[in-house]
């Protein structure tokens, strides 16, 4: 079990027995730190945590991974693997691969340039010959699986970026199992005994297909979901392959789906929690500066449509290849949509919703098309009558609260509400501020003079202006975030008061990078952000449905 104290990323790791529902007497126990454990087998652990001094790389993490038996000392366990200190991580790994667990060690060399190595029987590391922009997925049929962030050329085959490929090392034979179109995505990879099943995105709808090896080689069948919302596979049985997968929509609460082979059977619905009829939800797709086309879904009861322009929020993260899809809204629906609302969800570049090109065509220095796509959204939005600047307001946190952030400060006549949550705002130092610096292949590094320029272009506590009129901003983060530091916001609250620019500022003691440890938490701290919007944009109080 991992025990986070106030919600932190360094949490302790104590072995627990589940017949006996109790922490187990002298059992493994991890002191609090950012780690990683695997089992090998019962009485064995792969583990990466602080060792003690200059055993942690710059970024926070484990630069070692040790191998582990009952009955040692953590200090006395073996070091199977060590990394550089300007390295990102180096993590404990373990997988089925249909007889037993095999242990490796997940080695970042940057955020992006991983080193996927396996233990043998000898005890030695072997490096697999993926490229280093690869994910290694598990074990099937005795191949590994990986998923591809970079085209990859093995013995005179060729496999693009986006695909799923099975890697026979016995043969030293790639197979590949999926390669994506341009408008469809690999979500997720999950492998069992004899087979791999793939999460997809068609065009951000959600696609289950599972692949099997059979006299003919690795063939795949779709599971037979229901289409044209987010697909999840919430759980699966590694020897068997059985299943179970969600389906919700913005609308539709999730159904949980048991499969075994291709067909299914639904077993429960989650509550709903607000009362959809009368709603609607809607993809429209905007045009950004450079022509793509950027789609987003907006949400709303129909009559609050039909009426004209709503109060409106509008939300986005744009980074690290993290996919925001239109899942089932329960708290906006009842607090926001409910009352009259619009909410939005965008599709914007630096996510993962049409695969890797899409992250990658907004690393570095190329970022600003990340915050022009959110911007042309905020413009379409106000197009077409579903909003004014003055009723539009946008949320996002963690790299969202950047995204935020940076639209605040360069476009702010667009808007009347923003909130920044747990946010990066200072795009000079971020690199120097806890496990900033893992993410310098994201942003870039302020080292840099090319890539320092254009962080100082876009970095949202230096461009602040005195000047500017910018929307009552609400900055809220968490005095025990150990992943963003809460410097960011403090540092940008104290600009805004500097400057006598209005804001709102809430810092939860503690929470962690979710600025919440527990549900009342969470509670006070969403009902902190729909309040604000309510005031800003002027929502009525009152539910305004008028079916």
């Not at 690199?431 to 993410?439: K, M, T």
């Not at 003691?509 to 800003?536: C, D, K, P």
Request: glycine share 10%; net charge negative.
């Amino acid at each position: 079990l991992t025990l986070s104290r106030g919600g932190s990323d360094a949490a302790v790791i104590r072995e627990f027995d589940t017949e006996a529902k109790a922490f187990v007497d002298d059992g493994f126990l991890v002191p609090e730190a950012k780690s990683s454990v695997a089992w090998l087998d019962a009485d064995t652990l792969l583990v990466g945590t602080d060792f003690g001094d200059g055993t942690m790389t710059e970024s926070g993490y484990a630069r070692q991974v040790r191998k582990w038996s009952r009955g040692q000392s953590l200090s006395e366990a073996e070091t199977i693997f060590e990394a550089s200190a300007d390295d990102i991580w180096s993590f404990a790994m373990s997988f089925y691969d249909g007889e037993s667990y095999r242990g490796g060690v997940f080695h970042g060399e940057t955020f992006y340039d991983f080193n996927w190595m396996v233990l043998g029987a000898d005890g030695a590391l072997t490096r697999l010959p993926f490229p280093k922009k690869a994910q290694l997925r598990g074990v099937a049929s005795g191949a590994f699986i990986v998923s591809l962030n970079e085209d990859w050329a093995y013995k005179g085959a060729s496999f693009p970026l986006g695909s799923v490929a099975a890697f026979d090392g016995a043969k030293g034979k790639v197979t590949l199992l999926y390669a994506p179109s341009e408008v469809s995505a690999v979500e997720d990879v999950a492998t069992y005994e004899d087979g791999v099943v793939i999460s997809l995105l068609d065009d951000i709808a959600g696609r289950v297909v599972r692949f099997e090896k059979g006299p003919r080689g690795w063939q795949g069948l779709d599971v037979d979901l229901p289409e044209g919302g987010v697909t999840t596979v919430a759980s699966m049985d590694e020897a068997t392959g059985m299943l179970i997968a969600t389906f919700e929509d913005p609308l539709t609460p999730e159904t949980h789906f048991i499969a075994a082979g291709h067909k299914l059977r639904a077993f429960r619905q989650a509550p709903a929690f607000f009362e959809a009829e009368g709603m609607v939800s809607q993809r429209f797709e905007a045009r950004s500066s450079d022509g793509t086309r950027i789609p987003y879904t907006v949400t709303a009861l129909q009559s609050t449509l039909d009426k004209g322009p709503a109060p409106t929020i509008q939300y986005g993260y744009g980074g690290f290849q993290i996919s925001i899809l239109p899942t089932y809204g329960a708290i906006a629906g009842q607090l926001w949509l409910e009352r009259g609302g619009v909410y939005v969800t965008t599709n914007i570049r630096g996510g993962g919703e049409y695969g890797p090109s899409w992250h990658q065509a907004g690393l570095k220095t190329k970022r600003q098309i990340i915050y022009d796509d959110f911007q042309a959204i905020s413009r379409d939005l106000i197009d077409r009558g579903i909003t004014t600047p003055k009723q539009l307001g946008i949320y996002g946190g963690s790299n969202g609260g950047l995204l935020v952030g940076v639209t605040m400060t360069q476009a702010p006549e667009l808007y009347g509400g923003v909130a920044i949550a747990v946010p990066l705002l200072d795009m000079l130092r971020y690199d120097q501020l806890l496990a900033g610096a893992s993410w310098v292949g994201e942003y870039g590094s302020p080292d840099l003079a090319d890539e320092r320029s254009f962080l100082e272009r876009i970095s949202p506590y230096h461009n602040l202006d005195a000047d500017t009129d910018y929307p009552r901003a609400l900055i809220y983060t968490s005095t025990k975030d150990d992943r963003v530091h809460p410097g960011h916001a403090r540092k940008f609250a104290a600009r805004m008061d500097e400057q006598e620019h209005p804001f709102f500022y809430y810092e939860n003691i503690e929470g962690g990078h979710s600025a919440a440890a527990n549900l009342r938490q969470y509670a006070h701290r969403t009902a902190l952000v729909f309040a604000y919007f309510s005031h800003e944009l002027g929502l009525s109080v009152e539910a305004v449905k008028d079916k």
